[in-house]
């Protein structure tokens, strides 16, 4: 239901679970993310008690902690916040390799150059319809994709694993088929072009079958995808590219603070977070030099403090004229399974900008991943 925009029909919903079942943990946590708490909230007050519990078993625990967590931001008491964000990422006992990924991202940057990348006739399919939105979790891809599919003829797809689907079968067709044995990209130029055109196509139709009709364009938002951006113009010659940037400490502290359902285990720690994050940039300004598509920038930031004339730019970008309903994201009814659900569905609003103050004082290890505050203030004017 919150998913969905009908939010103060499911906040009903949990309130009755919880009612019922008192100890139900993931139904504060579900509720939590779909309304703003205030100071002396009865919520708050089950929320301990609950937490307070012996018998307690640890998957509650995690929920209640991010519950706890999302509540006491809400209040303004940001101690208690990341105490229990803390609590919770430790419960969570995530696993993530920063030395293989940084490694991985390296090799993706020395294999694939413009040589391999520029389109030749035949290679993939010429269809202009897919917009890609990439950038990291919770950088504001969300809020950019319910701007453009309030329009009439885009479809908003949300978060496809077609891309990275392809890519891990086109890996094992080359380790299998062809005697691959590395890890780096390099297996990109074994990949056939009517392969290539096969994806493309099965992408195309089930969007198709999926948006009722054939949409002038449409969105993938998957995160991962900012890594598969060449494969992507090999798939694609014709796709747009939309990628959003927010402030490294705005975004890298939304994660720590989110419980993601699938996947994101570099965002549990703060230095896990920080070395993906310049990795991502890494793989960026890559892509930049050698990608042959088209590439808009979206600041968050920039969006917004003037939504009206960023979301202009963005349906000019995608070749679309301008029709009102984009001037409001927050009215759209398509559902949003994504961790942005509830902010989404508000109007846009700027109280998220430099939120990471709030939580300086815990950053250490946030900052010195990244490179430093000089790296992050250089990084963000840029």
């Known amino acids: 239901l919150g998913g969905?925009?009908?939010?103060?029909?499911?906040?009903?919903?949990?309130?009755?679970?919880?009612?019922?079942?008192?100890?139900?943990?993931?139904?504060?946590?579900?509720?939590?993310g779909i309304r703003k708490f205030a100071a002396g909230d009865p919520d708050i007050a089950g929320m301990k008690r609950l937490y307070a519990t012996p018998q307690i078993n640890a998957r509650d625990?995690?929920?209640?902690?991010?519950?706890?967590?999302?509540?006491?931001?809400?209040?303004?008491?940001?101690d208690e916040a990341f105490h229990f964000a803390l609590e919770a990422s430790r419960i969570k006992n995530a696993t993530f390799d920063p030395d293989r990924f940084?490694?991985?991202?390296?090799?993706?940057?020395?294999?694939?150059?413009a040589d391999l990348l520029r389109p030749r006739e035949g290679r993939g399919n010429p269809s202009d319809a897919p917009i890609f939105i990439v950038g990291m979790a919770r950088s504001g891809t969300t809020l950019v994709e319910q701007i453009l599919a309030r329009h009439s003829g885009v479809f908003g797809a949300g978060e496809l694993p077609s891309i990275g689907s392809f890519h891990a079968a086109m890996r094992n067709m080359a380790t299998s088929q062809l005697g691959y044995a590395g890890r780096d990209?390099?297996?990109?130029?074994?990949?056939?072009?009517?392969?290539?055109v096969q994806a493309a196509q099965g992408l195309l139709d089930f969007i198709a079958v999926r948006a009722g009709s054939s949409p002038v364009r449409f969105t993938d938002k998957m995160p991962s995808n900012v890594f598969f951006l060449g494969l992507i113009a090999m798939m694609f010659p014709n796709a747009r590219i939309v990628h959003v940037r927010r402030h490294p400490l705005d975004t890298?502290?939304?994660?720590?603070?989110?419980r993601f359902t699938n996947g994101n285990d570099h965002t549990y720690r703060l230095d896990w977070l920080g070395r993906y994050y310049r990795s991502y940039v890494a793989a960026m300004a890559?892509?930049?030099?050698?990608?042959?598509?088209?590439?808009?920038?979206?600041?968050?930031e920039q969006l917004v403090a003037d939504p009206d004339r960023q979301s202009r730019r963005l349906l000019d970008f995608a070749g679309l004229d301008w029709e009102e309903a984009c001037g409001n994201p927050s009215a759209g009814e398509r559902e949003i399974k994504t961790a942005s659900r509830w902010q989404v569905r508000q109007p846009v609003y700027?109280?998220?900008?430099?939120?990471?103050?709030?939580?300086?004082?815990?950053?250490?290890?946030?900052v010195d991943a990244l490179g430093g505050m000089k790296w992050i203030k250089a990084y963000h004017k840029s």
Do not use: M
């Open 286 to 300: 890559h892509w930049r030099k050698v990608l042959p598509l088209d590439i808009l920038e979206v600041r968050y």
């Open 4 to 32: 969905a925009g009908r939010l103060e029909e499911a906040v009903k919903s949990y309130r009755k679970a919880i009612a019922l079942k008192p100890d139900y943990a993931e139904a504060y946590y579900n509720l939590s």
């Open 252 to 258: 890298c502290v939304s994660c720590f603070f989110q």
């Open 102 to 113: 940084e490694a991985d991202v390296g090799l993706l940057r020395s294999k694939i150059g």
């Open 61 to 78: 625990l995690e929920f209640l902690c991010y519950a706890l967590s999302k509540a006491h931001d809400d209040i303004a008491a940001y």
């Open 185 to 196: 990209y390099s297996f990109w130029k074994l990949i056939p072009d009517d392969a290539l």
């Open 350 to 366: 700027t109280t998220s900008v430099e939120r990471w103050r709030r939580y300086d004082a815990y950053l250490g290890p946030l």
